[in-house]
């Protein structure tokens, strides 16, 4: 089917706009390209069945690499799906020896972009998931404890450096056998009614962290992995890192390694106080681009070693045993 006079009139249109943005990014006017102009232009090659213009354009949007986190995102599960409409397409005109077909009734095939499975038809992705921890615990020895837990999980693009989304969370609370020292308290804003009655689920932190291939955090890597190894044992071989140790702020010139104040210099104003909104903001930094080149911090720390291994001394095997003799601590 051609394109009506009006249709090639609005993409023009809509190429100058897209151009347009392209040049102030390059000339430095701004920091962020908008995806707008893009998405529009791929929502008219999709009216007219065009998929391999649809795909260029939104690749040409991803290969600018310095857009808004939500973009990217939008960008990105947009090519996946175009991507999987396409290889659909291929399949039933190889199927019927046709080439005709309606793409409104080929998109009731596909699933929605929401429940895509990326790593199934699309050979082009090679995505991963990593977990971002965050513990709240009464002191540094191993016999002090978690008293609050957060994940967040989420998909990485590896081969295109794109955090794709948050796949799953948790959050819980659960009472130490010993006082919460004050000033955590006071932190962490702690519900002493609340954390008196409050147990981890045990299933959901496993599923979640055994199911992510790294377990990424911001604290103090060593003391973080070792108070929750002594609670869950089963976590002593899964690679962990560190965004805080990991990642040399100071030669790329940041003057911090707090989350909140990195966060804050890359113009991110939420607050990240909580460990729930500690674990997104861990999420959030490492997707942001590091000065002076096109690559996500993440792509950094995936090229770092994981801290070395867990090793376990008769010390902490007494008090992994002690914590998980404890049962009112977990949901089993």
């Known amino acids: 089917m051609n394109p009506s006079k009006a249709t090639k009139k609005m993409e023009q249109d809509l190429l100058l706009l897209i151009a347009a943005e392209e040049k102030r990014l390059k000339d430095g006017q701004i920091d962020t390209p908008s995806a707008h102009y893009f998405l529009c232009l791929a929502d008219v090659y999709r009216e007219n069945n065009r998929i391999s213009d649809e795909v260029n354009i939104l690749e040409r949007f991803a290969a600018l690499g310095s857009a808004s986190t939500e973009d990217t995102n939008k960008i990105f ?42 790593e199934l038809g699309i050979k082009n992705y090679e995505i991963c998931l990593a977990v971002a921890v965050c513990a709240a615990y009464t002191g540094a020895t191993a016999d002090d404890e978690i008293f609050e837990l957060s994940l967040s999980q989420f998909e990485y693009c590896k081969n295109n450096d794109i955090l794709l989304r948050i796949t799953k969370q948790y959050h819980g609370l659960r009472r130490t056998q010993g006082e919460i020292p004050e000033r955590k308290k006071r932190r962490f804003s702690v519900n002493k009614a609340e954390l008196e009655k409050s147990q981890l689920d045990r299933k959901a932190i496993l599923d979640i962290i055994l199911g992510s291939e790294q377990v990424i955090s911001h604290n103090h890597p060593y003391i973080e992995r070792q108070h929750l190894v002594l609670m869950f044992p089963e976590l002593a071989k899964i690679p962990w890192h560190s965004s805080q140790v990991d990642i040399p702020w100071k030669a790329l010139q940041m003057d911090t390694i707090s989350l909140t104040q990195l966060l804050k210099q890359h113009g991110n104003t939420l607050p990240v106080k909580s460990t729930s909104q500690r674990a997104r903001g861990i999420v959030t930094l490492l997707s942001q681009i590091e000065p002076g080149t096109k690559k996500s911090y993440m792509a950094r720390l995936m090229k770092c070693k994981p801290m070395r291994a867990f090793v376990w001394t008769p010390e902490l095997k007494k008090a992994s045993k002690r914590l998980n003799k404890r049962k009112f601590i977990f949901w089993r």
């Open 77 to 118: 599960k947009r090519i996946l799906k175009v991507y999987e409409l396409r290889e659909s397409l291929k399949h039933k005109a190889s199927a019927s020896n046709t080439e005709n077909f309606s793409m409104q009734a080929l998109e009731k095939d596909i699933m929605s972009v929401e429940n895509i499975q990326p």
